[in-house]
């Protein structure tokens, strides 16, 4: 028996195609998360493609986006190292036995 086709509102197609061409994620993730066939995204991504509606990324763009990428992860790496020494000093400061001694009297 033959299954019953879904249709999908114009809006949905839409904000999908968005996030593949925006968000660099692969057609296959994007519809896993979407819960939808893998080769109907592509259809919907390459549709508007084809007809023009939806830029290419050229190369020096592409490249640009690439090296954007790259330093964004360097950043985030050292950030990601300054937020775990914080925390270990952090620890360090909470722990220290000087912290709870009471001020002597007199």
Request: glycine share 6%; hydrophobic share 35%; aromatic share 4%.
């Amino acid at each position: 028996m033959a299954e019953k086709r879904r249709k999908f509102d114009p809006k949905f197609r839409e904000g999908a195609v968005r996030i593949v061409t925006e968000t660099g994620k692969t057609i296959a993730e994007v519809a896993e998360d979407l819960g939808i066939n893998e080769t109907t995204l592509a259809s919907w991504v390459s549709s508007p493609r084809r007809a023009g509606a939806v830029p290419a990324v050229g190369s020096d763009e592409l490249e640009r986006l690439r090296r954007e990428n790259a330093q964004l992860k360097r950043d985030n790496k050292e950030l990601v190292i300054e937020r775990d020494v914080l925390k270990c000093c952090m620890v360090l400061w909470v722990e220290r036995p000087w912290r709870t001694r009471r001020p002597s009297s007199g």
